[in-house]
């Protein structure tokens, strides 16, 4: 064969698998096509200079050395002219958007029950999953649990993975696909779901990251109409039937080859591979988030470091978002990305906490300083050193309209032993139980001791009442005294209260006429916000009265 043809073939080949394996979008803005023509001419000048060095040429061919030049200033000077922030600060500082001050936390994030709060974090995810499938030794060996996605499926909330091939030599096996997903309940550690079935059909999840050739789902998607778009962060999410999808965002670079912005979302059927794409307005309700948390974050760093413009080395009115982004739910369903902002040098004060729409990318920033999630754990931790527990990364609620972290704690094993909330506003104020609503009083208890600790904003709904106490009774949980009462005409309720919301509590026996304000709630415990023994008239602190002064207004 003559050498030309078997060097061209061999060109060819090279450049063909760099293609099929690269994926290179074919668009300005992305690297990949330089790339690769970076890299076949490179291949080219090393075989001609070793064709010279053996004396077979006497010259490098001068188009080998201009493209493989051509491609390699391509990729380091354009880049740096249409992307150096020095000169595109602007445009970094507005990928954003437009940046909202909030002034009703819990206008934004609606009180939930305390049911609904997620105690179940990503890494106890994987354990339970684990767990499952190791159960099932035929399934065990075949499969491995993919990425856990937290999302809502038919409003309740849920840690979601698909199961995956665990090589190559299973997945030549099982070209079918794996045999269905992972559900594990974000509220219940002991609710955990293998599902393999929908409507009576199995499940099969052929196209997915961990599979080979044409099932990859990467190259399904690229192969099929999106050479020339960007396309990332494959998110498993099922439907509210239960159907699994992948979901996967469609961007745009804004900013010369860097400002990735979504535009869009792809969803493909997991079985058949069929997509189809939607705007982010037209995108269905069940797609929990559309803007990546790491598209979010690279744009709200760049939004608080160039607020000043690139020249601003004294760092003025510089933020920076504290470490790590979580995600929570707001009211009507709706899913933001929660971070903290703080001032550049600052490690556990925040200047405030922004909301992001996880679909429209709508930021709202409500400037409340407190601290950082970091600094909650540790106060969470602190509050149970002696028993060395481990936190989780912490969650915000809106807890009676006051933004709180709430997080697990763990022991070395790995398993939820307590619950702590921590105020975002001062994170001294701790509660901690051994389930959810132990926590949720010790909490309502530590704010009542702080006698400020609740602000006009964090009024939510709540009833005052006049009745008779029918029958009262005290416990102690944690080191607090806790007291239980029956009111005439609420016998299907129990109210709740502690000592620290009124000296009036532990006198009080039954027969007593009281004056009550508690919580709006459909549980059958019920959290008193403030007490009155009508029998008594008792000289009243000024701490007391400013209290109910304020609950009154």
Known sequence: ???????????????????????????????????????????????????????????????????????????????????WAIFKHEKYKDLIGEVKTGEDFANHVAPISTEEIRIVDKSMAYRLGDKVIGSIPSLGSQVNVGDFSIQKVNDKLYWVAPLLHSGYFKWQKNKQGTPGYIMVSATNERDVKLVQQVDGKPIRIKYQTEAYFGDNLQRQIYFNGYKTKGFTDFTFEVDDNGKPFWVVTLYKKRVGFSGKDAIGVLVVDVESGNMKEYSISDAPKWIDRIQPAEFISDQLFDWGEYVKGYWNFAN?????????????????????????????????????????????????????????????????????????????????????????????????????????????????????????????????????????????????????????????????????????????????????????ISNELPITQSGDSVKIKYDDGANELVDIITFENLNFKLQKSEQQRQIEKYFNK
């Open 1 to 83: 064969m003559n050498k030309s043809i078997f060097y061209t073939l061999l060109i060819v080949a090279f450049g063909g698998l760099c293609y099929y394996f690269g994926l290179p979008t074919l668009n300005f803005g992305f690297y990949g096509l330089p790339f690769i023509i970076l890299l076949i001419s490179g291949f080219l000048y090393f075989l001609e200079f070793t064709r010279k060095k053996n004396g077979r040429n006497k010259r490098i061919n001068p188009i080998i050395i201009s493209i493989f030049w051509v491609a390699l200033t391509f990729i380091i000077l354009i880049p740096a002219l249409s992307s």
């Open 316 to 500: 003025e009115n510089k933020l920076k978002p504290t470490k790590g982004i979580s995600l929570i739910y707001g009211s009507n369903n709706k899913s933001y990305w929660y971070t903290g902002l703080t001032s550049v040098g600052s490690d556990e004060g925040t200047v405030g906490f922004i909301l992001i729409d996880t679909r429209t990318k709508e930021a709202v920033w409500y400037k409340q300083t407190g601290a950082t999630e970091i600094a909650a754990m540790s106060s969470a931790m602190g509050k149970v050193q002696e028993k060395r527990y481990v936190s989780s990364f912490p969650i915000t609620y809106n807890i009676n309209g006051i933004p709180t972290y709430v997080m697990s704690l763990k022991d070395n094993a790995g398993l939820i032993k307590m619950i702590a909330m921590v105020s975002v506003e001062n994170y001294t104020i701790v509660g901690v139980g051994n389930n959810m609503k132990e926590t949720i009083r010790s909490y309502k208890n530590a704010l009542n001791s702080k006698g400020n600790a609740i602000s006009p904003s964090s009024i939510m709904k709540s009833y005052t009442i006049e009745t008779i106490v029918s029958r009262i009774s005290s416990d102690i949980r944690n080191g607090n005294t806790f007291y239980y009462l029956l009111l005439n005409g609420y016998e299907n309720k129990i109210f709740i209260g502690s000592s620290l």
